[in-house]
């Protein structure tokens, strides 16, 4: 089974920047298609960004231009790099992991944005 890992979550200020990290195992860690996703309190779980194998990406319209999802293939990473953060981007953030069997989730990575 593939292990997911979340990490690098923690308290910013408005503005401010945060790059989290999927950590996820297997030796076919390339042929993965990695998303992050985010729930806030009271609001549905939501898509953020992905990245295929291929490394195409795509985001959310509310994190565009302000998110960059990318990968690291040698080191079974994948990043998202948040900058210009809004306390409306406060939430529990997730990585999942497709393999070519199933979907792999970890159990996210706390981000607050406040004063």
């Known amino acids: 089974q593939v292990q997911v890992v979340e990490s690098g979550g923690g308290l910013v200020q408005p503005g401010g920047s945060l790059r989290l990290s999927c950590a996820a195992s297997?030796?076919?860690?390339?042929?993965?298609?990695v998303n992050w996703l985010r729930q806030a309190p009271g609001k549905q779980r939501e898509l953020v960004a992905g990245i295929t194998s291929g490394g195409s990406t795509n985001y959310a319209d509310s994190v565009k231009g302000r998110f960059t999802i990318s990968r690291d293939n040698a080191k079974k990473m994948v990043y998202l790099q948040m900058t210009s953060l809004q306390p409306e981007d406060t939430a529990v953030y997730y990585c999942n992991a497709r393999t070519a069997i199933r979907v792999y989730w970890g159990q996210g990575t706390q981000v607050t944005v406040s004063s």
């Open positions: 297997g030796s076919t860690f390339s042929t993965y298609g």
